[in-house]
């Protein structure tokens, strides 16, 4: 058996291991939007060049950012929850002329991971109640991803770089893909 101290130190060092997993993860893609904002490829065809990125992403994000009794995080799992929380501590930051440090990041990618963990054990434990959405509920979720994915995808294109709309359209695409708001993510 071990110590008190030593599951501590444990569960510490694996904190660590997630953070650190989850901040690789999160500069790749933050690398990758910045390279996409300033992309001037002539030649290149957008919707490929779009297509190869959001494999990338899609490697990357694949990753286990965190591990429960009863399964894995992936970082796609919770990168909606991140960035969306990320922007609201963002906004409230930027009201008080503050700036977002390294702890307030961590604590964030934290707080996504652990709410991501709790939301997947929730649903567990409802379905194991023998509970399930009816054909409407279902119906109604996915018109919400829809609807809320076509919303981001056109804010997304109003503000993406590109040298034409589809340029343009195709960035705004693997953004959205990369911020975890498109229709598989939300759906």
């Known amino acids: 058996m071990t110590s008190e101290a030593e599951e501590k130190e444990l ?14 993860a999160l500069g790749l893609v933050l690398a990758l939007a910045l390279a996409l904002s300033g992309c001037n490829l002539i030649g290149i065809d957008p919707k490929m060049q779009a297509d190869e ?11 286990v950012a965190a591990t ?9 799992d919770a990168v909606s929850n991140f960035y969306t929380n990320y922007n609201q501590t963002a906004q409230m930051y930027a009201y008080f002329g503050l700036t977002i440090g390294h702890d307030q990041v ?5 707080d996504s991971l652990t709410s991501e963990v709790r939301n997947r054990i929730a649903a567990a434990h409802y379905d194991e109640g023998g509970n399930a959405l009816s054909d409407e509920e279902l119906a109604d979720v996915e018109e919400t991803a829809r609807t809320t994915a076509e919303t981001n995808l056109e ?22 893909h990369a911020n975890g708001a498109d229709y598989d993510a939300l759906y």
Do not use: C, P, Q, W
């Open 53 to 63: 990125d959001i494999a990338k992403i899609d490697k990357d994000y694949s990753k």
């Open 11 to 24: 569960e510490t060092e694996r904190k660590k291991r997630m953070r650190a997993t989850f901040a690789k």
């Open 106 to 110: 961590h604590g964030i990618i934290e």
């Open 68 to 76: 429960y009794d009863g399964g894995e995080v992936t970082v796609a």
């Open 155 to 176: 804010d997304a294109e109003a503000s993406a770089a590109g040298e034409n709309d589809e340029e343009r359209a195709e960035n705004a695409r693997v953004l959205v």
